[in-house]
């Protein structure tokens, strides 16, 4: 075969129509310039992002979670006026596409909702902007630092460092407790059960002594410890107390927890706990009282 004859043949197969929209005939070479030109611009909005606004934006002290968004918003306009710029270099005008989006509506009503969903909410996320880059959030079940927002979904770092991919409907349609936002204080409530054979005013000082020890407890506002109700084997005690790192919550709980059961075990202070009293009815109508194991 000569090398006329494979030209010829080449061109032949780039110039096949695909299908027409609109009276434009779409080839094999024009999808392929088209990918093409989608390519060139996707390198051009990630190198502007990368080396060009990423010097600005730092020049100009913005924030993490603005310098995000706004870079984020750049490479979408930058990605859209490609395609747009793409579709008329290979010959597709936009009133051709009106068809395609007729057809695109149609699937948005059947199947697609949750994706037109997640990118609406995408967007609100980053004009919006309730949650930035680095918060601390809790959104149902999950907890940990928001690393990533993208149009469909946000990815949250957990606690165990797994990033987990949460849809961006969850953010707008759910709950959300963003540790970060505002003041960074928060109180924390830690209940504790204490018997009725307890010293009143040994437990008050007792709680108020752990939250004096707590290095993470502020010392303003003053700690607060109350008698929240009254238990079917207990005083049901709270210990009221407000911290400054809400990220480490877990951990300072946990801290305090612990002491309560150092400073009672210390003051005799016991933390009852439930036990119950089995009837037993013998042979002969008679009815004997057994204590019931306890139960932890």
């Given amino acids: 075969m000569e090398f006329k004859q494979v030209l010829s043949w080449v061109n032949d197969l780039l110039s096949y129509h695909l299908f027409v929209l609109n009276q434009t005939p779409v080839t094999i ?11 060139v611009f996707y390198a051009l909005s990630r190198s502007l992002n990368r080396y060009a606004l990423d010097r600005l934006f730092k020049g100009l002290n913005l924030e993490k979670g603005t310098r995000y968004t706004l870079k984020r918003i750049t490479q979408y306009l930058i990605m859209t006026l490609g395609i747009l710029f793409s579709l008329q270099f290979v010959g597709i005008n936009l009133s051709s596409l009106t068809m395609l989006f007729g057809l695109l509506s149609v699937g948005i009503g059947f199947g697609l909702q949750n994706i037109a969903s997640n990118f609406i909410s995408g967007l609100i996320l980053l004009f919006e902007r309730p949650i930035s880059i680095g918060d601390h959030v809790t959104v149902g079940q999950t907890e940990g630092v928001v690393s990533r927002i993208s149009i469909r979904s946000t990815t949250i770092n957990s606690l165990n460092n797994i990033s ?3 849809p961006n409907s969850e953010f707008i349609s759910s709950n959300v407790i963003n540790w970060s936002i505002g003041d960074p204080k928060i109180r924390m409530d830690v209940p ?13 000082a007792s709680l108020k002594q752990v939250a004096r020890e707590n290095p993470d407890v502020l010392k303003k506002p003053a700690p607060d410890v109350l008698l929240e109700s009254f238990g079917d084997s207990s005083w049901n005690m709270v210990l009221r107390v407000w911290i400054a790192n809400p990220e480490r919550h877990h951990k300072i709980r946990s801290d305090i927890n612990c002491q309560i059961i150092r400073v009672f075990r210390a003051k005799g202070i016991d933390i009852p706990f439930p036990q119950r009293d089995i009837h037993i009815i013998g042979p ?13």
Avoid at 192 to 204: A, K, Q, W
């Fill in 29 to 39: 070479y024009s999808l392929m310039v088209f990918v093409v030109l989608i390519l």
């Fill in 164 to 166: 987990i991919i949460v």
């Fill in 192 to 204: 504790v059960g204490v018997s009725y054979n307890s010293d009143l005013e040994t437990v008050l």
């Fill in 284 to 296: 002969s109508g008679e009815k004997s009282e057994k204590a019931a194991p306890r139960v932890l």
